[in-house]
């Protein structure tokens, strides 16, 4: 079909052909793969991209660069789902692709690793892990299915607080398993008031920092509604106008999951959901559309979600279910189930180092 494009040469009669796949295209049905083969192909799929993600350039300029990142991104997919030995996940080309790593480093790397703090280090301040004895667990949990989670979130490009975002689902988690109700609470509070030693708002942070900061305070968060995510740091805190929400726990305390040991994070998310921070630094995660996510990935700590379950696939692979904060149109419906039971101590991408709950 692109040889027939070619060969035509006509400028004109290319421009409608490539219309006519457009048209075909928004009605998806005829919609297939090998349509896209070529370079010409790429604009018309850019473009019906573009429509498909609202996104709109400021001039020619910026389109043929987005085009160029666009391209490359979708012959990275491309060149994956191919190969598919092996392989228990698919990429997608997603609202991701006409973005350089540089653009969404935010989004990639709000996680950073609790040092000592120079106040007291981390140890001191956390309690024993409860869960050490736990026998029985099941052997698959779904937070979800126990009306236990939120709807997903989207933390955005630009601001890198996933921190706040893993946090506060494990409070919201709590806070049903406590109280029976599920109530969205406010990232941004925490973006904008924690500004305690060692969390940066956009700039990064921690969720042992973001309990910290709710223990010291000794009050619930703000709903998510009375102080609603910005994407930014706002710079002023608000909690005067923005009340604690109604029908929220306060948090007393956090533990840490025994480092390096993926039986003792199952013990803790079979009792409620867990932060974990993970090495995102691979493409693939980008792009990550569904199945099980078996890496690459190092232990470079670099993003931080929450552990709502875990369980194993049709094809017995173990997995870890996790919430993340890119949307519910990254992954599946916002989450990922990454690899679970790997002979690495640290776990797949380093899940089982850093792991942390809140406790009421
Ligand atoms: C676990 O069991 C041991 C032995 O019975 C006991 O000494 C320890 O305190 C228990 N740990 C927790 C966290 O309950
Ligand atoms: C936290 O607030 C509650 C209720 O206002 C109070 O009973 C409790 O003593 C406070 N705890 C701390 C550690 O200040
Ligand atoms: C780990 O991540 C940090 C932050 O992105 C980066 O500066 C550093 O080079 C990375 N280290 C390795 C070994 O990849």
């Not at 020619?60 to 160029?68: D, G, L, S, T, V």
Request: glycine content about 8%.
């Amino acid at each position: 079909m692109a040889l027939l494009i070619t060969n035509q040469g006509h400028s004109l009669r290319l421009a409608s052909f490539l219309m006519l796949i457009l048209a075909f295209c928004s009605s998806k049905a005829f919609c297939s793969r090998q349509l896209y083969g070529d370079n010409e192909i790429t604009v018309v799929r850019h473009e019906e991209w573009m429509a498909q993600h609202g996104r709109t350039y400021n001039d020619a300029q910026e389109k043929e660069m987005r085009h160029n990142i666009f391209k490359n991104n979708v012959e990275f997919v491309k060149a994956f789902n191919k190969n598919k030995k092996g392989k228990k996940y698919t990429l997608s080309v997603n609202k991701f692709a006409d973005k350089t790593n540089e653009e969404i480093r935010p989004m990639r790397n709000g996680y950073k690793r609790k040092q000592r703090s120079g106040l007291m280090s981390d140890s001191l301040i956390a309690s024993p892990f409860r869960y050490g004895n736990v026998s029985n667990v099941p052997s698959s949990v779904d937070w979800r299915l126990s009306g236990a989670v939120t709807a997903v979130k989207n933390q955005g490009y630009e601001c890198g607080c996933c921190w706040a975002f893993a946090s506060v689902a494990t409070i919201e988690g709590l806070n049903k398993l406590k109280t029976r109700n599920l109530i969205p609470l406010s990232e941004q509070e925490l973006v904008d008031c924690d500004t305690s030693s060692y969390n940066h708002g956009c700039n990064g942070g921690n969720s042992k920092v973001a309990y910290d900061y709710m223990i010291n305070r000794n009050r619930s968060l703000a709903t998510e509604d009375n102080y609603p995510y910005q994407a930014k740091d706002g710079g002023i805190c608000k909690t005067a106008s923005a009340a604690p929400a109604a029908g929220a726990i306060t948090i007393t305390g956090y533990e840490n999951v025994p480092a390096n040991n993926e039986d003792a994070l199952l013990k803790a998310v079979a009792n409620q959901p867990v932060s974990v921070a993970v090495d995102i630094d691979a493409e693939e995660f980008k792009y990550y559309s569904g199945g099980v996510y078996t890496g690459p990935c190092g232990t470079n700590l670099s993003h931080e979600v929450t552990a709502v379950g875990y369980g194993t696939s049709n094809d017995g692979t173990k997995y870890w279910l996790l919430k993340n904060s890119w949307g519910k149109d990254w992954g599946e419906g916002g989450y990922m189930r990454l690899q679970r039971d790997v002979p690495a101590k640290e776990g797949l991408c380093g899940i089982a180092m850093e792991a942390t709950y809140p406790t009421a």
